[in-house]
């Protein structure tokens, strides 16, 4: 082999080693933007909860930063952009990837002191945290791609690789982020490992930066590090993180009744607990779901009730009614395992005579052939509201699996004094139950959200009052007449289907207020 053929194959060895380098860090910067954008979801949840509000915040905001990102790219690729470029625009990435949680502490007091509404709040804060990080890494691919060309005139090969590996970085990204990292590394340890990503990357791509800017950038990381430690921003809200919410105990204590726990699924609390006195149902709804059990029923202690609860949450009601009736048997259909291993490690709640499984609890309804006497619906988290059960076709599954004389209940969150959902949800009933009828301890003294607990059989109507048999003294009052003359009339709301179920619009008049926070 002859000098000149030799140097042309160690040239061409040498394109092709530094055309995979671009190519790989292409595929990585990209994974991080779609961990990053995973990752902003359960970063926001405990202040604006999850909803398709929130995320379409996130992914608008994201794809705005990449989109303007690759504007800058292409422009600095064509005005002399070089490797050292990418090098510190990977740097940069890294930085306000920590940033984000700087910011966090900074905009949430904010936001929660001000009266914006959901959306425009989830919009801010995605766009103080995720808008520059992912500007910078919009950046990345058409630098090195543009890069990449002037070793290999092949266009359409090199741009087509480029960005091939930019969609299975993204695909990647999301994939891990979903399914591994979120529940086994939590949020803040996910965020600066892909910042520590991101710096290692640039190093390769700095070789020829000055001395100067090398130092600038690291008292600029150096500095945003210690801030955020100053401000607490790497200490994580929740005590656990699963790939539904983010969850904590708090202390629910009241001189009124005692020692008692309360646990919060992302930014509501969902249940409280009394330490010693498990059939002692604090909150004024799911008092009434029992209530309204031992009047439809005419049950006592000796009651062998067959219960099937959709949502366990904090188990207050499964473990309240383990407590009052021993003969019972209870069902609970909760899709997260980590909040049924939160009520029994911090709620009191012992799980061993219930059978738990974890599973949607539409899909355990659908191919479950037992017979009920109560079904509770208890899934509905505040703005987050599953679809797929509060339609007709829910409906009926539900009915499928109640005896003739079984009483199906639902709380539900709504505005008062016009819950469209609410409306929505008690005519889509009516179709398969004869009768249907909305409850409330009391009505609110002006527009607010509060929850409503409705009820639905074939059997026998329920009179207009309950009164509480057990625990505090309360009544809950039928509001069926009321709640259908006031605001929008009950003929222009629809019948929820599998094919059309407009959550969002009904809930408008709560997510436009700050009645959702």
Known sequence: MDTNNAALISSSSS??????????????????????????????????????????????????????GNWIGGRWADSGGSETSAGIVLLLSAVFSVASLLSLTIVAPLLQNSNLDLISSSFFYVLSMFFVPAALLGIVTPLLTTLALRLDT?????????????????????FITGYWLVQYFGTRKIVIGSALCLALLAIPFMRKIRVTHTAALLVLMVGVLAITQARDGFTNPCQWESNYFCLRVVD?????????????????????????????????YVHAMDEIVRVFFGVGEDSELHYFFAGGGAYTQPRAVTAMYPNAKITVAELDPQVTATAEQAMFVDTSHMQVIHRDARAVLQKNREQHDVVVTDVFHDISVPYHMV?????????????????????????????RL???????????????????????DSVTRTTFVISANN????????????????????????????????????????????????????????SAL
Do not use: C
């Open 391 to 419: 339609t007709q076709e829910f409906a009926q599954t539900v009915k499928r699996n109640l005896r003739e004389d079984g009483l199906y209940l639902v709380n539900i969150i709504d505005i008062f004094p016009n819950p």
């Open 422 to 444: 609410v409306k929505s949800l008690i005519k889509t009933l009516q179709v398969e139950f004869k009768y249907v009828d909305v409850w409330l301890d009391k009505a609110p």
């Open 154 to 174: 092949r266009a359409g090969h090199i741009v087509g690789r480029m960005h091939a590996l930019a969609a299975l970085g993204s695909i990647l990204g999301t």
């Open 252 to 284: 629910a204590s009241d001189p009124e009744y005692g020692n008692a726990k309360g646990m919060i699924l992302d930014h509501l609390i969902h249940g409280i607990n009394h330490e010693t006195k498990a059939d002692l149902l604090i909150s004024p």
């Open 15 to 68: 394109v092709r080693r530094v055309l995979m380098w671009y190519g790989f860090a292409i595929f990585l910067s990209s994974a991080i933007l779609l961990v990053l954008e995973i990752v902003a979801g359960r970063l926001i949840a405990p202040y604006v909860g999850v909803s398709i509000y929130s995320w379409t915040s996130i992914i608008g905001v994201i794809l705005a930063g990449l989109s303007l």
């Open 459 to 514: 059997a026998r109507a329920l009179p207009d009052m309950i009164v509480a048999q057990r625990g505090f003294e309360r009544r809950w009052l039928r509001i069926n007449q009321p709640l259908f003359v006031t605001g929008t009339p009950f003929e222009a709301l629809p019948v929820l289907t599998d094919d059309f179920v407009p959550v969002e619009y009904l809930l408008s008049g709560m997510l436009f207020t700050d």
